[in-house]
């Protein structure tokens, strides 16, 4: 299986900070990368596909780059709804594989 | 836009099997392909496998030989079984809309099974 690492585990942010979380992949994948938000008790939400692609409904302070094995998130200005955890995953391979997981929390 | 439900018990004894649907409305199940995912209590997720509307499946392989999912087109649902059990598969199970490669777009709202006696 191919392993996802995310980096930094937890990331203590404060509204209006640029944030930025690193994803990466044991091999290449092929840019065949998501990211998602998970609040507590609730299901992902898909955030990013395909490294770079927004999903419909998602503001644009989010986006994604990378290649290769090293991929990132970037929010650019943190705003209080953006408090939660973050997930990347793999889709090049199956199984698919998510990172553990970044926790932003407020500073 | 497409809604997922998860319904199932919410208890497991050991050594028994899990069952699970997941009931998709506002779309067809006809179209993509349809997933199951977990997630133990505070901790990561896993892909258990995913199924087309064919029947066709794909299944983890650290799980494969306790899985089976199947499809049910007339009633717009798919399901999943996990045999034998154990305090391990305690989690969230999660069915999903697998879209785009690999991504998924459209998540139910989780359903917490508990293995125990």
């Known amino acids: 299986d191919i392993q996802m690492t995310q980096s930094p585990s937890i990331l203590s942010a404060s509204v209006g900070d640029r944030v930025t979380i690193t994803c990466r992949a044991s091999?290449?994948?092929?840019?065949?990368l998501a990211w998602y938000q998970q609040k507590p008790g609730k299901a992902p939400n898909l955030l990013i596909y395909?490294?770079?692609n927004l999903e419909s409904g998602v503001p644009s302070r989010f986006s994604g780059s990378g290649s290769g094995t090293e991929f990132t998130l970037t929010i650019s200005s943190l705003q209080p709804d953006d408090f939660a955890t973050y997930f990347c995953?793999?889709?090049?391979?199956?199984?698919?594989?998510f990172g553990q997981g970044t926790k932003v929390e407020i500073k | 836009q497409v809604q997922l439900q998860e319904s199932g018990p919410g208890l497991v004894k050991p050594s028994e099997t899990l069952s699970l649907t997941c009931t998709v409305s506002?779309?067809?199940?006809?179209?993509?392909?349809w997933s199951w995912i977990r997630q133990p209590p505070g901790k990561g997720l896993e892909c258990i496998g995913y199924?087309?509307?064919?029947?066709?499946?794909n299944y983890n392989p650290s799980l494969k030989s306790r899985v089976t999912m199947s499809v049910d087109t007339s009633k717009n649902q798919f399901s999943l079984k996990l045999s034998s059990v154990t305090a391990a598969d305690t989690a969230v199970y999660y069915c999903?809309?697998?879209?785009?490669?690999?991504?998924?777009?459209?998540w139910g709202h989780g359903s917490l099974v508990t293995v125990s006696s």
């Open positions: 999903a809309r697998q879209n785009r490669g690999g991504s998924f777009d459209s």
């Open positions: 506002g779309g067809s199940i006809n179209t993509d392909f």
């Open positions: 199924i087309y509307y064919s029947g066709s499946t």
């Open positions: 091999q290449t994948i092929n840019n065949w």
């Open positions: 395909k490294t770079s």
């Open positions: 995953q793999q889709y090049n391979n199956y199984p698919w594989t």
